[in-house]
């Protein structure tokens, strides 16, 4: 009789719940910097790389052509801007500049190539909030295609794409004969408007798309593609950067699919240029050792409002992660995550409190993390190993983490491992830990990050039918076909209510 009274009390307690919460607004919707930017915007003046003496044999060498076509259309940027179009063909170049208010089209059979000599890729300086290179001391090598305070910037195109032939840099950094940090395939700094749209990335020497102080910048429907095994090749890393939309993705990289960062140790904190407004939707991918998104560990100017929704991952290592360490100093507040597939996912979300690789011995160990209001919300995955790994920094606890609606299919004995963290949760199998065990409803939900209410979603689709919308389009790119249609098909599809 007891047994069965409490049963019926938690019953009501569930119902309860999720009345209370079918009132709240959680999912993300079309903010104001994810709006459709047509990027088929008429330019007044354009011109071919042909004009400028450019061949597509994959084998001349174009760098002068590019300058110079970009030196000559820098004259109408004041007239309404310009477009720069690369015809089909294989354009083998070392490191150029954009300017403001121009569009980089690609055709459909465009393939810009990055030089394999070192030399034609320039060494500048190091970004001020890391105060060296990423991976050296010192400064580091350009992106392929860079610019810096630029305004108005598309780089677009029929689904062309630009290979950064990145294998000859991953083998020097294996070998440790590299003399700087390697470079992006694409970085913009200090620039606003910026659009990254319908083409296809690959193997990239490092990190693939770079936005750095940067502000209003949309990255839509690309395709990022390198080796499991090709070292720290990030997909989309937005740095100390705000109002930034990724959306309707595929990423198959190295390292982490997103990476959110914002300056390193001492220079971070100094910088103090934060990361906010971050929205993140319709992302799939995977990898081997990096994680699905990720928030650090270089997050010393601090991260705040990212939103992230409609996330696939699938046979990589992990789903979502925070990293920082002691001496990071910042913050990583205010961070949604809803409507999540996980499948073959080694863990699912990790907090990992001791990243501990810091740029030189100047950093302040007492410079504490503040990590607080994470939420998590309608996540399955199948063939999961942990559930959790969350541990904070001794004396310095992450908290008001929330977890509600969680359902993973668990392989191991301990699905959770927990330490110097605090939370709620409701909803959760397998049962969390401990610190986490306190439920939401009634008296904490106003400790959960909840989304604004103008950032409510317009849509609220069905869990599965808009990866279902990705999984059986009218037409696949052939790289995403390659990638997705055979892994996510038969990982996925069985499991779409």
Known sequence: MINSVCISLQLVDVLLLLVFFSHITWAVSSSSH??????????????????????????????????????YLNSFADKGGAKLFVPAGRWLTGSFNLISHLTLWLDKDAVILGSKNSDDW?????????????????????????????????ITGDNGTIDGQGSVWWNWFRSKTLNYTRPHLVELMNSTGVVISNLTFLNSPFWNIHPVYCSRVIVRNVTIMAPLDSPNTDGVDPDSSDDVCIEDCYISTGDDLIAIKSGWDEYGISFARPSKNIVIRRLIGHNRIGC????????????????????????????????????????????????????????????????????????????????????FKDITGDNIKFAGLLN??????????CLLNITLNVTTMSPWNCSNIQGYSALVS??????????????????????????????????????????????????????????????????VP
């Open 34 to 71: 994810c709006k459709q930017t047509d990027v088929r915007v008429i330019r007044p003046h354009s011109v071919t790389i042909t004009e400028f003496g450019a061949v597509g044999d994959g084998v001349t060498l174009n760098t002068k052509a590019f300058q110079n076509a970009i030196f």
């Open 292 to 375: 699905g998104i990720a928030i650090g560990s270089e997050m010393s100017g601090g991260v705040s409002e990212v939103y992230a929704e409609d996330i696939y991952i699938f046979n990589s290592s992990t789903a979502f992660k925070i990293k920082t360490a002691r001496g990071r100093g910042g913050y990583v507040r205010n961070v949604f995550i809803s409507n999540v597939t996980l499948s073959g996912v080694d863990t699912a979300i990790i907090f990992n409190g001791s990243f501990s690789q810091h740029p030189d011995e100047f950093y302040d160990p007492n410079a504490l993390p503040v990590i607080e209001r994470i939420t």
């Open 430 to 495: 397998p049962e969390t830990c401990e610190p986490l065990k306190e439920s939401i409803y009634p008296k904490h939900h106003s400790d959960c990050y909840l989304v604004p209410n103008h950032l409510s979603s317009s849509g609220n689709q069905n869990k599965g039918s808009w990866l279902l919308s990705w999984l059986f389009p009218g037409k696949l790119h052939s790289l995403y076909e390659k990638e997705v249609h055979f892994h996510a098909l038969a990982g996925y599809v069985k499991q």
């Open 122 to 154: 320039p060494v500048v300086d190091p970004l001020p909030s890391y105060g060296r290179g990423r991976e050296l001391p010192g400064p580091r090598h350009q992106s392929l295609i860079y610019g810096c305070n630029l305004t108005d910037v598309i």
């Open 392 to 401: 904070g920094i001794e004396g310095d606890s992450f908290r008001h983490v």
